[in-house]
């Protein structure tokens, strides 16, 4: 049986352009920190991916400073800061900051931006967020790639993301702000970085990640996912067709284009999860970092979902090269094994 991966925003294939540039990289012998011959060719690839990643965020002359993810670039720029959120945020934000910001209508409403984080879409359900003017922080894990983005004219202070949710590699990531910023290391040693992270650059993921970066800017300014957005409808008008009673989690507002999430009223989203699993599928209950925990999910309770309806949710996200065949092979499944569900009840 051969499987259907729908769990992109869990993590992405390693793209072509990523592998390539990761095997050349991995050729290198030198520490990008020598000063011989060795090194430099190292700490060429470095400074080459970064001018990659400051270029397809629409960065030019901002500081990229390469981390081991998104998580480790939350807490750089968000510890001790005193930041506030929406409930809406990814668990590695809401470790940092006070859930005080109110989401209305599928919106997080900001009073001041300077005192704010808000991500660029949510990884459970796609929503898009409108990024203030003035915002100090923005997570761009899920959004970049997808939905236009450029840090010169988004008017945000800091933003980050990671590698692995758009055919990156996993285990780094990035955190861009204004060149010359004051930002204390939390990772003190050799001074790498630009003395905020110190430790010698994993050299073969930051060429993996830069080259990803120049592969997904062309997938979107292809308008690529123009038609996994006609996928996900499509998967959506299907799902509808058999379920009336499932609800489509922000399906009013804007969504990334592979993104859906739905609730469907007494079937256990583990439960489903599960059983599409064996059914050759992969999709997940929601953020692969909160999967497989008790506690419903927060992200559908700042959306005003009760704890019951959060826990029936599943989310499935499609990918650049998902095809309508997948889609439909797993409406089927789908379908399937809600018939049996409620045949069960």
């Not at 920190?33 to 397809?56: D, L, P």
């Not at 095809?323 to 409620?342: G, I, N």
Request: charged share 20%; net charge neutral; proline share 3%.
């Amino acid at each position: 049986m051969s499987r259907i991966y729908l769990d992109h925003n869990a993590t992405t294939p390693l793209r072509a352009e990523a592998r390539a540039a990761m095997i050349a990289a991995m050729d290198i012998v030198g520490n990008p920190s020598s000063v011989h011959a060795e090194g430099r060719a190292a700490k060429g690839i470095v400074e080459t991916a970064r001018a990659q990643v400051a270029e397809a965020v629409g960065a030019s002359g901002a500081d990229v400073v390469f981390v081991s993810g998104a998580t480790e670039a939350a807490a750089l720029c968000l510890a001790g800061r005193g930041l506030q959120a929406s409930g809406l945020e990814h668990a590695a934000v809401a470790a940092w900051v006070e859930a005080s910001l109110p989401v209305v209508a599928g919106r997080v409403v900001v009073s001041d931006p300077a005192r704010s984080v808000v991500q660029l879409a949510n990884s459970e359900t796609g929503l898009v967020q409108a990024l203030p003017q003035g915002l100090a922080v923005s997570d761009l894990t899920q959004g970049f790639g997808k939905v236009p983005f450029s840090f010169a004219w988004s008017g945000v202070q800091m933003v980050f993301l990671s590698a692995h949710k758009f055919g990156g590699p996993k285990g780094i990531g990035a955190l861009i702000f204004p060149a010359g910023t004051d930002l204390a290391a939390q990772i003190r040693g050799g001074g790498q970085e630009m003395g905020r992270r110190s430790g010698t650059e994993n050299v073969a993921a930051i060429a993996g990640f830069g080259a990803a970066c120049v592969a997904a800017q062309q997938d979107l300014a292809e308008g690529r996912w123009e038609r996994v957005a006609q996928l996900r409808n499509i998967l959506e008008k299907a799902i509808e067709t058999s379920a009336e009673h499932t609800i489509f989690v922000g399906k009013e507002y804007t969504r990334l284009p592979n993104t859906s999430c739905f609730v469907t009223k007494g079937w256990k989203g583990e439960t489903q999860v599960m059983a599409l699993d064996l059914a050759g599928f992969a999709i997940s209950a929601g953020s692969a970092c909160s999967s497989g925990k008790v506690k419903a999910s927060p992200v559908l309770a700042a959306l005003g979902f009760s704890d019951d309806d959060a826990r029936c949710a599943v989310r499935v996200s499609l990918g650049i090269e998902t095809t309508e065949d997948e889609v439909l092979r797993f409406a089927q499944a789908w379908t399937d094994k809600h018939a049996r569900a409620v045949a069960r009840s």
